[in-house]
């Protein structure tokens, strides 16, 4: 089967470079890796970062292939490539979420899974409509992250709301109730939801009805924080 | 004379979309603005969103002109362009700074102008080599903060330190050694600088030897967070 540039009903996705193409083969237990591609110009950087050696070690396919590369990488600097199957990894009760409220862009979700790792959270919520994310542009963003987070698409707040009742929710809004810094002296109820509106219009007026609304304190010279930045304020505060 | 894509030569630069042409509008007495450039397509959003009207109103020359939207923008959802000529408004002393050495990606740039207004930053210095701040990707991703701020390009870290002695350093590093979440209670010493790294190297060792040096905490899963992430969380920190 012909490898294709990434669409959202493909059955597999890749890694484009070699960082990420090691981060996905260390977690090869996870997923089933299809076949790894180099391109005819790649040289290894030293004997530890040497693909086909790691390959080889891994017992993995490899191919060297300059086609796919025109195929699916519009950057230059790209000369390894791993194909693997999509393969969900749900998350867990009893540990803290990130919830986001349909994001649209692919780079945010990944800053935001690559920050949040970092702060210690693995579970993330996605609610329909939102991206992809076994979108290339998202697994690159997230500087390999995603091969170490769990997630789930629903189709309504109210439906992931129902499944885990015993989640506290705290709803970051820009008209939120209370303030960022003052919630780091009260004691944090576990598990706990972190819940982001989208990119653009934020959190619809009724989530202020599902728990805890909170607002990090900024001047109005700006209308909004950037997405992945708000996250990372919260995840550090909620971080332990 | 014609107007091409953006070059770090030039002698202008400009506005891609309707919200920040706005904002630059709003900025005239600070900015020499060239011209408004209309799409052919554009349809006002209402009476008050009338880039007619505006102009009017401003004493700016407009013109419809579609050939100059296929040269200078690569997004489709664009149909205001305004060129301004670029003009230094420097770093002022007594102020607090944020200094970014060698920074290398516009987006991020932007982020951190629009992140760090938000959190009353308004001095910004660059050590180079350095992205070009007036490039139109930073002052798009800085949802037009970057009319708000004031900024200086240095050639050295040694050079701008000399000129601001009675700063204290705040050297953010992987391996700092304060924790940010310690330095809270702390009272903080001003004027400060919040001294970043590059994207991908961070700050050198040498610049242990320049103040307190603050590590934000986060776990080892990641090997470090995001420079507009980062940024964000120390900022928000430092913010009256």
Redesign the interface.
């Known amino acids: 089967m012909e490898i294709r540039r990434y669409k959202h009903d493909a059955a597999y996705s890749y890694t484009l470079g070699m960082a990420l193409t090691i981060e996905l083969i260390s977690k090869k237990d996870s997923y089933l890796i299809r076949k790894i591609y180099v391109h005819p110009d790649y040289v290894p950087k030293d004997n530890k970062y040497n693909i086909f050696k790691i390959c080889k070690e891994a017992q993995l396919p490899i191919e060297i292939n300059q086609k796919i590369f025109n195929r699916l990488s519009t950057k230059e600097n790209v000369y390894v490539i791993g194909i693997f199957d999509k393969h969900d990894r749900n998350v867990e009760s009893g540990k803290s979420h990130v919830v986001l409220v349909n994001p649209s862009d692919s780079g945010n979700l990944g800053?935001i899974l690559?920050?949040g790792?970092?702060?210690?959270f693995k579970d993330y919520v996605i609610i329909k409509p939102g991206v992809d994310i076994y979108d290339p542009k998202t697994i690159r963003s997230s500087?390999g992250?995603f091969f170490?987070v769990r997630f789930t698409y629903y189709d309504s707040f109210e439906q992931y709301r129902q499944e885990f009742l015993n989640h506290q929710m705290y709803l970051f809004m820009l008209d939120g109730k209370c303030n960022l810094k003052d919630m780091r002296e009260m004691p944090q109820k576990k598990p706990f939801s972190l819940v982001f509106g989208n990119e653009g219009s934020g959190l619809p007026d009724i989530f202020h009805n599902y728990g805890d609304s909170i607002y990090?304190?900024?001047?109005h010279?700006?209308?909004s924080?950037?997405l992945?930045?708000?996250?990372?304020?919260a995840a550090?505060a909620f971080?332990e």
């Open positions: 800053t690559r920050t790792l970092g702060f210690g500087m992250a170490h990090i304190e900024h001047n010279e700006i209308d924080l950037n992945s930045v708000a996250f990372g304020i550090n971080s």
